[in-house]
């Protein structure tokens, strides 16, 4: 039971840090920013998804692969979607900021460590 208590006052701390620095900047602490950090990476949006159908089949590639309810951006590769987001069909976006903590000093594109 004592794991469950470690548990327990591990969430109660994390909980009363993240609403502490709800009014506070973030700061760096033993080498970690630490606070309410917004992503790094931006993620890939689409925007028109048959237009993201319609440049895929002229690509060469299954467009249609790609659709459900909506446009599966795991689906599409990485190095395709600069060419859709400049055709306008999908743009680049950056997530809610977050109560985390990551490397002082890291940029996008570096593994995040989140809490």
């Given at each position: 039971?004592?794991?469950?208590?470690?548990?327990?006052?591990?969430?109660?701390?994390?909980?009363?840090?993240?609403?502490?620095?709800?009014?506070?900047?973030?700061?760096?602490?033993?080498?970690?920013?630490?606070?309410?950090?917004?992503?790094?990476?931006?993620?890939?949006?689409?925007?028109?998804?048959?237009?993201?159908?319609?440049?895929?089949?002229?690509?060469?590639?299954?467009?249609?692969?790609?659709?459900?309810?909506?446009?599966?951006?795991?689906?599409?590769?990485?190095d395709l979607q600069p060419a859709?987001?400049?055709?306008?069909?999908?743009?680049?976006?950056?997530?809610k900021a977050q109560f985390k903590?990551?490397?002082?000093?890291?940029?996008?594109?570096?593994?995040?460590?989140?809490?």
């Amino acid at each position: 039971m004592e794991w469950l208590r470690m548990e327990q006052s591990t969430k109660l701390r994390k909980d009363s840090l993240a609403t502490w620095f709800s009014e506070h900047a973030p700061m760096q602490v033993n080498g970690l920013t630490v606070g309410w950090l917004e992503p790094l990476d931006e993620r890939f949006v689409t925007t028109d998804p048959m237009g993201i159908v319609s440049h895929l089949n002229a690509m060469g590639l299954d467009g249609a692969s790609v659709m459900f309810t909506a446009i599966d951006s795991k689906k599409i590769p990485r190095d395709l979607q600069p060419a859709l987001v400049e055709a306008r069909v999908a743009k680049m976006v950056r997530g809610k900021a977050q109560f985390k903590h990551r490397k002082a000093g890291a940029a996008a594109g570096d593994d995040e460590d989140g809490a």
